[in-house]
Each structure stands twice: as C-alpha cells, then as structure tokens.
C-alpha cells in the first residue's frame, strides 16, 4: 500500500550508513529490512514485485527520493511506464526534477541507453556500464553514491533469455564490494511469467512487495545459483547459523550500550513515550534544552502535555507507529515551557524498554530550517516567475536577502583583481558612496576576499579581520558583509553582495551563507544567460546582414527538394521577384534539364549527412541560364530534420572570364612565337630571374632551371652585357622603365639581337619585382641596315636628281625667255606682213614658251621644297590665312567668291610653305567651282599631338577614279581649254605637308563638292 506521508528536503545524515539501512529510516517502507544470513558479501540489491503502476511508483519513487535526499546521483530506467509518466509521478512524490535534472542528480533513460546501448542485451558490457556510472557518480559528480531504479520489462522483448537476465541479476549482487550503491530492479508480476518471478525473487537479497521490505529467506548466493547445491556449502550454512546464534546476544548488548551513548549524544531531542499510559518514561538532554524542562519536570509531563493543539494528528501518528513499527511526521506544533509553539519534525519506532511497549520519538526544532525553507521558496518564486523582467526579479532579490539577512542593501560590482578594480554595477538601495558607476581599489574592499576564495565569504568583525584604515571601514562605514564572487563565462568577474552599517552581534550561519549561494548562483546564471543572448543576438544580426548582403545565393532546401529560404541575392539569380515566387516550391524545377537528377542525388546525399560541392546550370523565370557553384552541408532541425545549406556563386562571368583568359594565354603563346617575343621577370629579394618558355627557346638555353640573374647576364655578347646590365640597375634604382637592344650568344643560333624592355613594380617607393619582355630583332636589324644602305644611296642620287633639276630648270629658263623674246620681236616687226594665221602661230608658240616656263619654275620649287625651306617652328595660321586672302583679293573678287573659316591654330611648321599649300588649295577651289559663285570654308580639328586642317568646296568634284591622280606631278583631269593650270601644285603641297611628318588627302562627290584635308603637328606647350 501506498504510504501518504510526505517528507521534505534532508541532507544525507552520515549515521544513515547503506541504502538499506537508510530505508529504516524511510516512512514508505515497512520490514526490519536485515541482510540475509549469507549475504555479508553483497550490495544493496532489492526486487520490486508490483501488480499496478500505483503499487509500483508507490515504492520506487521514494526510493528515488531517499537517494536524492542523500546526496547520491539517482538513474531511473523507464520501460513499462512512459519517461514523461515516470517525471510527472516524481513531481507528485515533491521531487523537485528540474532541478534535479539540470545538475545531474538525477537522469531518467531508456533501455536503448542502458541494457541495450550495443544494440543488444551482453552482461559484461551492462557490467561495465554500471562501474563507469558509479565512477562518473563519485568523481565527476561528487556524490556519495550510486542509486538506480529499473524497469525489467525490457527483457520480455528481443533476444534476452530469461537464463541471460537471471545470471546478471545473481551476478550483481557481488558487483562492487563495500561500494555505495544500491539497485532496485521492478518486476511487473502481471507480465512476467511465474516461473521467472520465482527465479527473481531467488537471486535477490531483499524484495519490496506491497509497500514492505523483507529479508529474502529464499536468496540463493551466486555460488549455490550457479549450480546443484553440494553438500558442503550445506555444512558452511548450519555451521554460519550457529556461530550467528551464538552472537547475536553479544551483538544485542554492544547495540544497547551504543544506543544509550547516542541517546545521550544525540542533538536532537529524543524521548521514550508510553502513548497508552501518556508518560513520559526517558528524555535526554537535548529535549530538556529544545522544551525548556528540566529532566525531572518532562518526567511528570505527558505526551498529551507537549502536543496540546494537535493531540488527535499526534494520536494518529503514534498508532501509525505502534502498527507499523516506525513512523515519521513532517511537523507538529510543540508546546515549550518558555518560548511557546515551535514546530517539530518526528520520527519514531516502537520498541520495548524495561519489559513494556514503548515508543522511540526523535524530536527535531524546525522553525530555523522552516524559516530558511520559507526563503528558498520565495527565492524560487522570484526567479521563476516568468512575466517580472531581471531587473525587477533581482530588485526582489535584494529586498527578500535584506531581510532574511538582517541587512540594509545588497548589490553587484563589476572587479578585476588584475588591475585593482571595483565599480558599482547595481546597488538595491541609496548609498552615501557606493553609487552605480564609482569606481574604488579593489583592494579597499570587502569583495577582495570573495575574489581571493571564490566562496562565499563574511564579515561580521572588521577589525579584528584587519579592515581598519580602509575605504570600505573608515570611509563607507560598513560593519557587516556577505558576499561571493561570481566569474562570467567572458571572464569578467562579478561580486554579489549584501551589507549594512550597523554592527552584526551573531556570525552568519551556513544556512545564511547557503542561501545567499543559491542567490549568487541564480544571478551568475541570469548573467551569463543575458549575455549569451546579447552575444546570440549580435552574432544572428551579423549573420542575417551577411545573408542578406551577401553577392552569393545562400538557400536551404528539404530533402525533398523543397526550397525552404533563399536570399535576395538567390532571388536575383532565379529572377523572382519576391520570395513567394519560388520559396515553397520544388527547387528542381530551376535546374538545367540536364544537371536536374545529379542534383537530386547530390541534394539527397547532403540531407543524408554529407557534405560537397558541385557546378551545375540553373534556368531563371525568365529564361536566363546561368552557371552556379555550390558549397553544401547538412543542417539538423530541432525536430531532427535534415535539410540541406548551401553558399551558391554564379560563375558564369568567372567560366566565361577563365575561357576568354585560355584564348588569351593560348593567344599570347602564339604570339609570342609569331613575334619571337619572350617574358622575364626578377625577383628583387632573390634576385632569381623566370623566363617564359618562349624565352628559353630564343636563348637557345635548357628550360629545365631558371638561371639566376648573373647566369643570364653572362648570354649577352661581352661588348652588349653592360648595356643590359646597367639598364637594370638603373630601373632597379630609380623605378623608371628601359628599353635597350643588345646582341646574344644563342647556343646554336649564333649571335641574335634582342630588344629587352623592362617595367619596375613598386610599392611604396620600393622595387618589389622588375617585368619585362625580350624580342628577336635580329631580322629587323639586318633591315634597318640593308634600309640605312638603300637610304644613303637614295639621298646621294636625291642629291644629284636635285642638282639635276636645278640646273635642267635654271638652264631652260634662258632659251624659253630667248625664244619668247624672238618671238615677241617677229610679232613686233613683221606685224603688218602677218595674216591671221601667222599671227595665230606666233600667239601660240609665245603661249607654250610662258607654259614651259612656268612648268619649271613650278618643277624648281617642287625641287626645293626640301633644300631650301626655313625651319619648322611655331606659325599662327590664322596670320598665314590672312596673307592668302590678300594676296588672291582680285581672284576672290571677279569670281565674287566667299571665303569662311574657324579660329585656326597654332602649328609647328614652315610659314612660307604653308602659305603656298594654303594658296593652291583656295586657288583649285575657286578654279573648280563650277557655274556658281565659290563657296569655301577652312576649319581646323585637333587629334592628339596634331591638327587637321580641311579646305570644303562646293564646286564641280573630282570622280573617284581620279582622286589619287591628282597628288602626282604634271598630271590634270581637265584641257587646258576647260581650266588652265600647269598640274604641279597639288603635288607641291604633297612634297610640303610631307616635309612637315603629315598627310594629305581628299574626300569628293562629283557635282557637290570636294574637301582637302592635311595634318601639321601642333605646338607644343614649351614651343608656345
């Protein structure tokens, strides 16, 4: 039967010995729960047989309690009953199981954790599982034991036989010999069969039926389990038995003789009652001081006397007692002589004294402990309350420590004992100095010593605990103390305090001291959980502006290729909109048709705990293809759920940029070979020097091994090697770039000629590496010294044609002006004896001898042009217009042509000269401009380092065939009856803008109008 009796909270009594004396102590539990007479040997071992959960949890659970009261770590095995049922009846029991949970105390598991953590059910590997529990309970822990409650139920399924199961069960009573664990396996008498109930009981030394313990006068040893009993184990038991009787007696007067020197040692309160006659038969000397009678007095009470108020609930307890054999009562209110109601809590045992029946009552004053008890539920009240926010929750703290402290504030400083320092964090009331954001020496306070002992510490004597002449004595004027230090998970270090300014007469008590540890405990908690939110939430903000600015597409898919999230930058690759376009949907959908099933596979085995990377082509809504890599993992939900993270690049300008730089390294090999062009590079550090693979094959050298800078100095001929070498040294020193040619001895090509050029890198001022490129010029050598020969041939024979021609036209000029003189003469003379005719052809030969003679007066000038011009230097063309329009004022004026121009600029170049370009060309336009009045215009455009100058007609054109006709000497488009003109000017402002490093040309459509365009080089800015 289920005992209703309730029991608070104890601590472990050190007297309480093993787990089965301490169910003599236990109100759930009837029987004198004695070991067997073979039993010396073993653990506390007891089989619970039950027949209904309420029978069964009416045992276990106070069985679990008692091991959490006694400060041993408790393991519950659920199988018969569900986990959340086991918790949920322990709360009922007043098991306070968070908190037991939490700190470990107490763990409720499943077969699968236990018996059967290897899959299946081996008695050595259950063995040792027990010795590592009982191992991590003692040390890890710091308990005082090991206490477990199983559910055997788990044995009616699977492969365990029931042979299996009852050999563990023999074996563990000899586990761990004088080791403090105690076991209690239950047996569901409804479910197992008979036969194995029969053998359970066998193997266990104690059982638990119905609420009573017995001694198990059926327990067979493991020894005697294991095989057919012999006769000799048979003797050894008789002969045990009577060695036994024999000292039972001896063991009965060493008990009574202990029992009177606890009775009279005893703290707490202890009478010998006779409930039936009400007397008082015996008290000791602590329930005389505990009720404030003498010895003598208590004799002459009654129990009646001591319980006045609650004599029916006293009554009730003391037949419980004298029924059962022992009894236990939370607390009765007891009448004192002089300090009134006090509550008591009981505990009692029937027993016999002096030949009558009488009662054991332990009597324990609980109003100290109640008082506490009281606090520690308001405590929990506080900080469990989940609407009152921490600020208010520890404002409550403070005021409920004030009070059951005898204090007048408390408070929280922030301290670091490496840099002496204190500030006031919080503080729960006004105070003179103690001020939140002061800050004071460390060392000037009473918190130095809860930082130096990391507990909880006190003062309740200043002076004498040498705090006299400092800050926090003399100049705060605290008198009492308690306080302890608290390290954060950062390692910044609080203390949490309480004090007062008035003197404290008693020394705090450990009870005092404990609560303030659990108040300590519980702020370090709400810290350090502030904190870890405050870092949780800077940490998520961090990680969703990484998400959510990222250029990379970062998504979350289901193993079923749901998109469950995906960023805005994903978005923008698949061309959604919004996240409702795609979040929801199949993912596969967005897949290339042809990369769509290996991303199936590859998303399964990401779901399936891999991890991996992999291209493939995504189709955005709009149809846009884009190439993606992705870097995935799993990601377990809290449900257990494995989805699928990836980090997503679109590569597409990448694959494209990657393709267009192999055209281009495949393009720049190819070249480098069209052009004999080879690359280098120096290290400044090394000194090492890198060649291109082109490069060996120009220097004829082996491309097994870079030579260093000397080695490759030493290729160039010795009449060129200084050359090369002080261009690098120049570059290496000044940063500027070079460009030199030198010959090299090219293995067997023989001596070649390289154009070396090289571009320091800098950084900071500093030449970090010198690049270059290093090119075959060698044919162009051989050119450009076949070409300087043809050249000085070409300006020996341009020198003798100039000579040729100066003299050719300088000698034709006196035979032309003869002729045209003689002529002249005749027409003079023989005027009259001419008839028309002859007067015709004396006209035209005059005519052709003037034509000849301006032809080569235009042939000497053509001549010219290079020999005697001035110098090039600045020239306004705007002055140089001007000029020309003057000089054909009388030609503008009867062909009443209009002339415009732009600002023209200034040009390096010859004036004279190009005045006669400009001359010819306006000449040619007003000439050929038709039937219309000429209409020009001269404009200039600058083009880099030069200017182009066009002069645009409007008159007849030339066709296209006859355009490049027209720059070459002595040749016309038209009869000298159609326009007249000797067909060298053009040519003759060729030869000039030529001489000056330009070009010329023309641009015409016949019948609208033609445009001559030249360059001169502008001036440059030193020149202005």
Known sequence: MRNEVERGNERRDPDCGSGLKGLRRSSEFRGPVESPDDHDHSNDHLALIYESREEQFASAIPFIRQGLERGERCLYVADDNPREDVLTAMRDHGIDVDAALES???????????????????????????EESLERAKGEGGHTGLRAAAEMTWALNGDTSPDDLLEYEAVLNSLYRDEDYVVMCQYNRERFPAAVTHDVIKTHPHVISDGTVSRNFYYTPPETYFGPEEMEPKVDRMLQSLRERTEVKTELRERQEYLARVFESSHDAILIVDPRADEIVDANSAATEMLGYTH???????????????????????????????????????????????????????????????????????????????????????????????????????????????????????????????????????????????????????????????????????????????????????????????????????????????????????????????????????????????????????????????????????ADGTLLQMNPAGLDMVEADSASDVIGECIYDLIAPEHRQSFREFNERICRGERGTMEFDVVGLDGRRRHMETHAAPLCSPDGKISHVALTRDITDQMERERELERALDLLEKTERIADVGGWEIDTGTMEVFWSDHLFELLGASADEEPRLDGAL?????????????????????????????????????????????????????????????????????????????????????????????????????????????????????????????????????????????????????????????????????????????????????????????????????????????????????????????????????????WNVSVRDEGIGIEPEHQERVFEVFQRLHTRGEYDGTGIGLALCERIVERHDGEIRVESDPGQGTTFSFTLPAVRTRDR
């Open 104 to 130: 470990g105390a107490l763990s409720v598991r499943t077969p699968a954790d236990t018996y059967r953590r290897t899959g299946e059910f081996d008695r050595a590997t259950m063995l040792e599982f027990w």
């Open 296 to 558: 003598d007095e208590l004799l002459t009470l009654g129990p009646s006397d001591l319980y006045p108020d609650e004599l029916d609930r006293f009554q009730a307890f003391v037949e419980k007692v004298v029924a059962n054999g022992t009894g236990w009562i939370d607390e009765l209110n007891c009448r004192t002589k002089s300090r009134g109601r006090i509550p008591a809590e009981i505990s009692a045992s029937r027993m016999e004294h002096d030949g009558r029946s009488v009662v054991l009552a332990v009597a324990r004053d609980v109003s100290e402990r109640r008082k506490w008890e009281r606090a520690q539920r308001k405590l929990y009240e506080i900080t469990a309350d989940p609407d009152r926010p921490f600020d208010e929750k520890l404002q409550a703290v403070f005021e409920l420590g004030c009070e059951q402290f005898d204090l007048d504030l408390g408070g929280i400083a922030r301290v670091d004992p490496e840099t002496d320092l204190f500030e006031v964090e919080t503080i729960s009331d006004e105070h003179d100095h103690l001020v939140p954001g002061e800050r004071y020496p460390l060392s000037e306070t009473y918190c130095r010593m809860a930082t130096d002992d990391g507990v909880t510490v006190d003062v309740t004597d200043p002076v004498g605990q040498d705090f006299e002449g400092e800050l926090c004595y003399d100049r705060f004027g605290v008198e009492a103390y308690l306080g302890t230090y608290i390290e954060l998970g950062d390692g910044d270090g609080r203390t949490f305090f309480f004090l007062s300014n008035r003197p404290r007469k008693e020394e705090f008590s450990e009870v005092e001291r404990t609560l303030h540890h659990l108040m300590g405990q519980w702020v370090k908690y709400e810290l350090e959980r502030r904190q870890r939110e405050r870092e949780l939430r800077e940490r998520t903000e961090h990680l969703s502006a990484i998400v959510e600015t990222t250029p990379e597409c970062i998504k979350t898919v289901a």
């Open 714 to 946: 030493d290729l160039y001929h010795e009449e060129d090697r200084s050359i090369v070498e002080n261009a690098i040294e120049a570059a290496l020193e000044s940063g500027d770039p070079f460009d030199v040619e030198a010959r090299i001895r090219a293995g067997s090509n023989g001596v070649r000629w390289l154009r070396v050029q090289g571009i320091p890198e800098t950084v900071d001022g500093d030449v970090v590496s010198l690049r270059g490129a290093a090119q075959d010029v060698t044919e162009r050598k051989r050119r450009e010294q076949r070409l300087e020969e043809v050249i000085d041939r070409l300006e020996a024979s341009n020198d003798r044609l100039e000579q040729f021609a100066y003299a050719a036209s300088h000698d034709l000029q006196e035979p032309l002006r003869m002729v045209s003189s003689y002529l002249q003469l005749i027409e003079d003379r023989y005027k009259d004896e001419l008839d028309e005719d002859g007067e015709e052809f004396i006209e035209f030969a005059v005519d052709g001898a003037d034509r000849m003679r301006t032809m080569v007066k235009g042939l000497l000038e053509y001549s010219r042009v290079e020999t005697r011009g001035d110098p090039l230097e600045p020239v306004d063309l705007d002055a140089v217009f001007d000029d020309v329009l003057s000089d054909l004022r009388i030609q503008i004026e009867e062909s009443n042509a209009g002339i415009t121009a732009d600002e023209l600029p200034r040009v390096t170049g010859d004036a004279s000269q190009l005045r006669q370009v400009l001359q010819n060309l306006l000449e040619n336009a007003i000439t050929y401009s038709g039937d219309e009045p000429p209409r020009i215009h001269v404009s200039a455009e600058r083009a880099g380092s030069e």
